[in-house]
C-alpha cells in the first residue's frame, strides 16, 4: 500500500514505497552459502542473480535430502539474503541441464566383460535425462577427425536427448566402433570443447568413463588444463574402471578442480551402483531462489506546494548593436546570424515580430536592410576592423573582405543600391577593446556599420505576451536513509503526462535538486495542468523502490481580449538603450535620444515603477565591474531624475557587476550587450488602453 502524500502551504513530503521492480543482485563481495548442522561439502552453481544450484554432501559424499529453505543461509558479502524457496532440480522443468559423456569404448571393455554392464549402467544414468535436456556423447574413434583448437582428436560424438537414440548410439559404439587404443586425454578435451560451446548460464556436467591408462592421444594431459578455465556453472565428474586398487591420479585431481568426484569401480558390478549414486547426486542438487530486500526509509519535500502564471506584455526597445563580429581570420559572416536566402524571403520580413534582444541582434543585417529599403535617401558605412594578431596581423585584405563579405548580402539579398554602401578598412578599431586577454581580442574582429540616418540604427521597437510565474524553479530536498546502500537512484518531473526533465546520480547521498521552471520556459509549463515529481531509488541488491508522486497544481491567468471581461493586465516596458563602449559609463549621443523618449514614457505612466539596472561584462575583476555597473545605472539615473521627473521615489537604481548576466558571455555580441543599462517599467492597464 504506498503512503499517503501529506501537503502543506509549502512543501509536500512523500514516503517511499516498493515499485516491485527486479530483483537482480549486486552487492560486493563474494557468494557464499552455509547449511548449518552439515558437516559435509557444499558447491553450488549460479543460475542467474535470485537462482542458484547447490549440491550438499555429507560426510560420506552421499546427498543430503529433503532440505528446505530454512536449512540455508546465502550471504553475499557481509550481506544476508532472504532464502526464498528450494526445490529439488529434477522438479524443475525450467531449467534445462547439459550433460557431456566421455566413454571409453577401447577393447579392453570386451576383455573385460564389462560392455553390458557399462551398457546398462549408462541406461540407468539416462533415466535422469528429461526432454529439456541435452545430452552430448564422445567416443574414442579410430578414424574421426574431431578439430580442437588446432588439435585433431580421434573421436566420434552425438548429440540427442531421445533415451532410445542415445542407447543405439552407446551399442553401436560397443558393437562396430571400439578401437584398439584409448585417447583419454583427447577424449577430456573434446569433451571440455563442447561443453564450452553450451550457453554460459546453462547448467553443465561433464562425465568421464575411463577403464585404461592413456598411452596413445596425440596431446598432453597440460592441454586440458587450459581448456577447462574460466568455464561457468560446470562440474566434472570421473568413473576410474583402471586396473589397480588405487585411484588415478590425474582424473582424481580433474574431477575435484572442476567441483565433482571420482567414483573409483573396481569390477564390473561397481558399474551400475556408481552411475546410480551420480544420478542421484545431480538429481539431488537444490535450485535455492534468494534476493536481498531490505527497502530504504524516505521522504521527499517538494516546494512550491503550487505554481501560478500569468501573461505580461512586453513592450520591448532594444538597442540596435550596429557591430557584426566575425572568427579568427575569416571574413564571411558566422552561422549564428540569420541571413535570408532569397529576395522574396527579405520581402516577407518583419523586425516588429522578433521578441528578444539577441534574436533580435543575430537579424541585424536584415533590419538594416529593411531600414534602408524604407528610407531609400539614407547610406550606410562599412569599417572593416581586424584584432591585429597571429594571422590578421597587419592583415587589412582582411578587414575590407569583412566588410565587402557585410555589402554583398544588402546588396543581393535587400536589392541596396551600392552606391549607398562605402566600405573603410582599418586594423583596430577607432574605439577597440582592450586588453590582454582572449575576449577582448576578439571583440575588435568585426565590422561597424555607420549612418547618419537616425532611422537606420534606431532602436527595434516589438511588443509580445511573456508568461511570468509566482516562482521560477521547483525545489526537491530529498531525505533518504538507505537500508542496502544505494546503487543509483534518479528524480524524475513530469508536465501531465509528459516528461520534463531528469536528475540521476549514484551512491547513497542524493542532494537537493533544483528544477529551473524560467529555463524550460513559463509558456510551455502553462500549457500544463500540473506539475508531478517522483524519485526511484535502486539499491545494491537491484531493487527499485518508488516515492509517491507529489502534485504541484498549475495555474494560469490567461489574457483576456473580449471586452466583455476587460481586467487589468500587467505591462512590462523593457529598454535596454544603453551599450556603453569598453570600460566606459559615458552616455553616448546616439543613446540620449533613446532616453528622452524613456523619460517621456515615466511621465506619462505617473503610477509606473521604474528600475535601472547597470551590467557588466566579464573582462576584468569583480569589483571594478560591480563599481563600473554601479557608475552607469547612476549615470541614468541622474539624466532622468534631472528632467522632473513626478514621484522619484518610484525610481530605483543598482549595479549588478558581471552578476546575472541576462547575455551569454562566452560571445562578442552577448558581452557588447552587458554593457548596458537597463531600464524597466512595470504597471496595470486595462486591456481596451493597449495597443499592440
Not at 578 to 601: G, H, M, P, Q, T
Request: net charge neutral; glycine share 6%.
Amino acid at each position: 500500500m504506498k503512503s499517503k502524500i501529506i501537503v502543506s502551504a509549502l512543501v509536500a513530503a512523500v514516503c517511499l514505497v516498493w515499485s516491485g521492480g527486479g530483483l537482480a543482485f549486486v552487492p560486493e563481495g563474494e557468494l557464499h552459502i552455509r547449511v548449518p548442522g552439515q558437516d559435509g561439502k557444499i558447491s553450488f552453481q549460479s543460475i542467474d542473480e535470485t537462482k542458484i544450484l547447490v549440491s550438499v554432501l555429507d560426510s560420506q559424499d552421499k546427498p543430503v535430502k529433503d532440505l528446505m529453505a530454512k536449512d540455508f543461509e546465502v550471504i553475499k558479502g557481509s550481506i544476508p539474503a532472504n532464502v526464498i524457496s528450494v526445490q529439488i532440480l529434477k522438479t524443475r522443468l525450467d531449467m534445462p541441464i547439459s550433460y557431456v559423456l566421455m566413454v571409453d569404448n577401447s577393447f579392453s571393455m570386451e576383455k573385460r566383460k564389462a560392455v553390458q554392464p557399462l551398457l546398462a549402467a549408462l541406461g540407468e544414468f539416462l533415466k535422469i535425462v528429461r526432454p529439456i535436456d541435452e545430452v552430448d556423447v564422445v567416443v574414442f574413434d579410430s578414424k574421426g577427425d574431431f578439430l580442437v583448437n588446432d588439435h585433431h582428436l580421434r573421436l566420434a560424438t552425438f548429440r540427442s536427448n531421445n533415451i532410445s537414440e542415445l542407447k543405439k548410439f552407446f551399442e553401436k559404439s560397443f558393437k562396430e566402433g571400439m578401437t584398439g587404443e584409448t585417447y583419454l586425454y583427447e577424449g577430456i578435451l573434446g569433451g571440455l570443447d563442447l561443453i564450452s560451446r553450451k550457453p554460459q548460464k546453462t547448467n553443465k556436467f561433464l562425465v568421464v568413463f575411463s577403464d585404461g591408462e592413456d598411452l596413445n592421444s596425440n596431446i598432453k594431459k597440460e592441454t586440458i588444463g587450459p581448456k577447462s578455465k574460466g568455464l561457468e556453472n560446470f562440474k566434472a565428474f570421473s568413473i576410474d574402471f583402471m586396473p589397480g586398487e588405487k585411484k588415478d591420479q590425474f582424473l582424481d585431481a580433474f574431477s575435484q578442480s572442476l567441483g565433482g568426484k571420482l567414483w573409483k569401480a573396481k569390477s564390473a558390478d561397481n558399474l551400475l551402483p556408481i552411475f546410480r549414486d551420480i544420478s542421484t547426486t545431480l538429481l539431488y542438487q537444490y535450485v535455492v531462489e534468494y534476493n536481498f530486500n531490505r527497502p530504504p526509509q524516505a521522504s521527499l519535500a517538494v516546494s512550491p506546494s503550487s505554481i501560478s502564471i500569468e501573461d505580461l506584455t512586453i513592450i520591448d526597445s532594444s538597442p540596435l548593436l550596429n557591430y557584426i563580429f566575425f572568427d579568427l581570420g575569416q571574413s564571411s559572416v558566422p552561422d549564428r546570424y540569420r541571413l535570408l536566402k532569397t529576395q522574396s524571403e527579405a520581402g516577407q520580413f518583419d523586425e516588429k515580430m522578433l521578441e528578444n534582444t539577441m534574436t533580435k541582434y543575430y537579424h541585424v543585417l536584415n533590419i538594416i536592410g529593411k531600414r534602408l529599403t524604407e528610407n531609400p535617401g539614407a547610406t550606410i558605412g562599412l569599417v572593416g576592423c581586424i584584432s591585429d594578431r597571429g594571422p590578421e596581423k597587419n592583415n587589412i585584405t582582411l578587414s575590407r573582405a569583412r566588410a565587402e563579405s557585410v555589402k554583398s548580402y544588402l546588396q543581393y539579398i535587400w536589392n541596396i543600391d551600392p552606391s549607398r554602401i562605402t566600405i573603410t578598412a582599418r586594423k583596430l578599431p577607432e574605439k577597440p577593446s582592450t586588453g590582454n586577454v582572449e575576449e577582448a581580442r576578439v571583440e575588435n574582429q568585426r565590422v561597424e556599420i555607420r549612418s547618419d540616418s537616425p532611422d537606420i540604427l534606431d532602436i527595434i521597437k516589438s511588443t509580445y505576451t511573456f508568461q511570468i510565474a509566482n516562482t521560477n524553479e521547483i525545489t526537491v530536498q530529498p531525505n533518504i536513509k538507505p537500508g542496502y546502500d544505494l546503487k543509483d537512484w534518479n528524480i524524475k518531473i513530469k508536465g501531465n503526462r509528459d516528461f520534463l526533465n531528469l536528475k540521476e546520480g549514484q551512491g547513497n547521498i542524493v542532494p537537493n535538486y533544483t528544477f529551473d521552471l524560467a529555463r524550460f520556459g513559463f509558456g510551455k509549463i502553462s500549457a500544463f495542468e500540473h506539475i508531478s515529481v517522483t524519485a526511484f531509488l535502486t539499491d545494491i541488491t537491484g531493487q527499485t523502490f518508488e516515492t509517491d508522486t507529489v502534485v504541484i497544481p498549475v495555474a494560469y491567468t490567461r489574457r483576456v481580449k473580449t471586452k466583455a471581461q476587460r481586467n487589468a493586465q500587467r505591462v512590462m516596458e523593457k529598454y535596454a538603450l544603453i551599450l556603453f563602449d569598453y570600460d566606459s559609463a559615458e552616455i553616448k549621443e546616439r543613446n540620449k535620444v533613446v532616453l528622452d523618449r524613456v523619460v517621456k514614457r515615466i511621465r506619462e505612466l505617473p503610477d509606473a515603477r521604474v528600475t535601472i539596472l547597470g551590467q557588466t561584462d566579464i573582462i576584468g575583476t569583480e569589483d571594478y565591474n560591480l563599481g563600473l555597473s554601479q557608475r552607469r545605472a547612476k549615470s541614468v539615473f541622474q539624466s532622468v531624475t534631472e528632467n522632473g521627473i513626478p514621484s522619484p521615489e518610484r525610481i530605483e537604481f543598482k549595479g549588478n557587476g558581471p552578476h546575472d548576466p541576462p547575455y551569454d558571455n562566452t560571445l562578442p555580441e552577448g558581452r557588447s550587450f552587458n554593457r548596458t543599462v537597463i531600464i524597466t517599467l512595470e504597471y496595470q492597464i486595462q486591456e481596451t488602453e493597449l495597443t499592440e
